[in-house]
Nanobody, 125 residues
């Protein structure tokens, strides 16, 4: 088992940047693929990004490519989501999730067994 805690959310203006962090405890993060999802009120949970155990493989929602980037520092048991040029439609609760399975279907929520509590990102105009 692994426990995940997201941080770094907040209230920012359109065009700003944020870096979210997903810190793991209970087990080294290097054993898990990590994904970021987000959910806005009244909407389905949406895939944002995923990163493989080693960090060598990444996947992004097509609409977010070029603005969002996932990275990881396994020595610190932390995965990051850099979010640039934020827009109001990025407003959501952002969750990180972990899977020890092979990195085959990174965009599917069902691929992940462990979830954090989420961190709120609000983008105003």
């Amino acid at each position: 088992q692994v426990q995940l805690v997201e941080s770094g959310g907040g209230l920012v203006q359109t065009g700003a940047s944020l870096r979210l962090a997903c810190a793991a405890s209970g087990r080294t993060l290097s054993g898990y693929h990590i994904a970021w999802f987000r959910q806005a009120p009244g909407k389905e949970r949406e895939f944002v990004a995923a990163i493989s155990r080693s960090g060598g493989g990444t996947n992004y929602a097509n609409s977010l490519k070029g603005r969002f980037a996932a990275s990881r520092d396994n020595t610190k048991n932390t995965v990051y989501l850099q979010m640039n040029t934020l827009k109001p439609e990025d407003t959501a609760v952002y969750y990180c999730a972990a899977s020890s399975s092979v990195f085959v279907a990174p965009a599917l929520a069902s691929s992940y067994d462990y979830w954090g509590q989420g961190t709120q990102v609000t983008v105003s105009s």
